[in-house]
């Protein structure tokens, strides 16, 4: 189920009923919001012209999703494929290379950054048919973002890196005790954000190195940055929002 909410009074204002299991990604853009589920659904729902539509694109769960452009929406799964999708025309391209389940995808510009189990963080130029693969991590690749022109990535092995794009290799390693399962980028105060499973956030100044720290309950799931502020979403526990003003 997909419901939009009036945030103001609290309730729910619509709810959609097209998947057929857990949903675990949405991201909205102009009016549009698309959704990736267990079933191996992406899901597309126009708010302004109440009407919904599916694409049964993956064999298996998808696990993230973005917008790669105005008419194209870009998914991954643990079926280990990455799909691109044109919503207008309702067809998509299955594209092949991870060797485990993609966790993540963020698109940028009309290349597309993924990571995945097979320890590799993988940029796709679809339109050019080029790709380009970045080797080091020594477990699962939970998390790569775009980090101005670089590539910030974290992984099981507790590590968060900082690749140059450019010349294709590691420029900086920071270290977490346990697992990071999410970074974050924060233009305004050019700082990112780690999270681990052991819920510690540590904000690193990539001139500098660590610079801050906050310490969850329960491991960090998801993060975003509006301004000076983070909110974080752990296991089993509220949604904290955090003021870099005041860290």
Known sequence: TNSITNTVEGVIYKSYFFHKGPVFSIKEKEGIIITGCYDGRVGMIDIKGDYYKYFKVHTNSVFD????????????????????????????NIIKGHEGEVNSICCKGGVILSSSDDKSVRLWD???????????????VYNSKWVEEDIGSCSGDGSVRIWDVEKGCCKDIYSHNKGVLNIEWCDDKRVLASGCVEGRVIFWDLRVGKVGEFKMGKSVQDMSFNGDLLCLCCSESEPVILNLRRL
Do not use: M
């Open 65 to 92: 999703l973005d917008f790669l452009d105005n008419e194209r929406v870009v998914s991954c799964s643990s079926d280990y494929n990455i799909s691109v999708i044109n919503t207008r025309k309702g067809c998509w």
């Open 126 to 140: 679809v339109d050019r048919d080029k790709s380009c693969i970045f080797k080091g991590h020594l477990k699962a």
